[in-house]
């Protein structure tokens, strides 16, 4: 029987809650215990009680907040910052809540201030006793999880370096098991080879060994069908490390398809409930942005009327979500309106930028129509700034993986331009550094990263970096 005929439904993973995962408990835990505890001590040490109001809100904050996102594998900086941006979007959401239901009236202002301060030095604070206190966590659970790997290839040794160097893993790693001759692993001392392929049934049996890792090409498909049927007589758990990880991941998961499991390799970061949040917050943010700059807008399009010959907005196709042409605007800031064929980039001292559009480059107000765009649902607020069609057709010949930033909307900015590669790109170096970022942002997506490219986006636009 072939991998493919033993296909089953994917069980949803579950928290399992036992001496094997405390720590995992304790982090799932701790942030909405504080945020729920400090609100409590703040209530009653300003009304000496706990009125009906702050019980029912306690039980809100909790239910949005747990389990609490882990955060020990970040640096302290990064833990720091999402803690604390985590904090701010919980609170923006019960301000929204509070104001659109009228509760607010219920609540007493000193004491959510105090409450909402207080939480969020409580929650850094816990978070770093919970850093300090991992190890003796750890050391309460059973005894680390006994491991090996089979397969002592680039993937597996990775593996291996991970495991080893995670320091709340809870993992024993013991070594590899592997065909080859030592003089073919020599490159990958440092780990020892625990026998060949057919003693891993006896050695998993002898040694009680808790977890296998199967980092075997695909190709080998009935060698692991035999490993998979010698390791039924044992209760290790077995997982398979696919080889197809060569490759550049955007997106990779696991997924069902009616029922079989498939490997996501390339994919959007927008699907199912990731696409309604950021088409959410494209809208609310860029209707009340709208609301905000009408007047400036007005202001610059009758400044761009009257100080050159030409149209007030500068319309140019460019390529938007899975490849589709778009329209996208702009202030006009040249003298052109170039959407051929051949299409040169802005360059420093160019002649045939105006001097108002001079000005509204460096400041990016040029870009403010775009918001329109994005209201339409043709572009993000974040995303990957979208290029001129010639430019695409250009790049997607000599840069690999250049059309995979389109599995996204375009944007008014992006993870690339907050990253010094905003403006002109000369060189096809600069171009590929720019589809880097890109990529990186589409691997790393959510709501806290398109937040803090907006607030770094204010800071480069306000030095006007490489803007021409």
Not at 137 to 152: A, K
Not at 226 to 248: E, K
């Amino acid at each position: 029987m072939s991998l493919a005929n033993q296909v089953l439904p994917l069980a949803p993973a579950t928290l399992s809650i036992g001496r094997d995962n405390l720590l995992g408990l304790t982090e799932a835990l701790l942030e909405p215990m504080i945020l729920v505890l400090s609100l409590w001590l703040v209530s009653a040490f300003y009304l000496g009680e706990l009125p009906p109001a702050y019980l029912i809100l306690s039980l809100i904050v909790f239910s949005l907040t747990f389990p609490g996102a882990s955060r020990l594998r970040l640096s302290v900086p990064a833990a720091v910052w999402h803690i604390l941006l985590s904090w701010l979007l919980v609170g923006l959401l019960l301000l929204l809540l509070g104001w659109a239901t009228r509760y607010l009236q219920y609540f007493d202002e000193q004491v959510i201030l105090t409450w909402y301060a207080v939480s969020a030095v409580a929650s850094l604070a816990g978070h770093l006793v919970l850093r300090a206190g991992a190890p003796y966590l750890l050391g309460l659970q059973t005894e680390p999880r006994r491991t090996v790997i089979v397969g002592m290839n680039s993937q597996g040794v990775e593996l291996g370096r991970r495991l080893v160097a995670d320091r709340y893993g809870h993992t024993r790693l013991l070594g590899y098991f592997d065909d080859r001759s030592r003089e073919r692993i020599q490159a990958h001392d440092g780990f020892p080879t625990l026998g060949r392929l057919d003693e891993l049934a006896g050695y998993v049996k002898t040694h009680r060994i808790q977890r296998i890792f199967l980092s075997l090409p695909m190709s080998r498909q009935e060698r692991i069908l035999q490993l998979l049927a010698t390791l039924r007589d044992t209760t290790a758990s077995v997982y398979f490390v696919p080889d197809m990880y060569v490759t550049d991941l955007i997106q990779a998961r696991m997924d069902a398809v009616c029922g079989v499991p498939v490997v996501a390799v390339v994919d959007t970061p927008f699907a199912g409930i990731n696409g309604i949040l950021k088409r959410g917050s494209d809208i609310v943010w860029s209707l009340l942005i709208l609301l905000l700059i009408s007047p400036l807008m007005l202001v610059l399009a009758l400044a761009v009327r009257l100080s050159s010959p030409g149209p007030v907005i500068f319309r140019q196709r460019r390529y938007g979500l899975d490849g589709e042409e778009i329209v996208v605007y702009k202030f006009r800031s040249m003298t052109v309106c170039e959407d051929g064929a051949t299409i040169r980039q802005a360059r420093k001292a160019d002649a045939r930028v105006t001097a108002l559009g001079a000005f509204m480059r460096r400041t990016s107000l040029d870009e403010l129509p775009q918001f329109v765009n994005v209201l339409q649902g043709r572009m993000s607020i974040v995303g990957p700034r979208p290029h001129a069609i010639a430019h695409n057709e250009l790049y997607r010949k000599v840069i690999d993986g250049y059309m995979i930033r389109h599995k996204v909307k375009p944007g008014i900015t992006g993870w690339a331009q907050v990253c010094g590669y905003r403006g002109e790109t000369e060189t096809l170096d600069k171009m590929q550094a720019r589809v880097d970022h890109d990529l990186a942002y589409l691997r790393n997506w959510s709501l806290r990263l398109d937040l803090y490219i907006i607030l770094r986006t204010l800071l480069v636009t306000a030095r006007g970096l490489n803007a021409h």
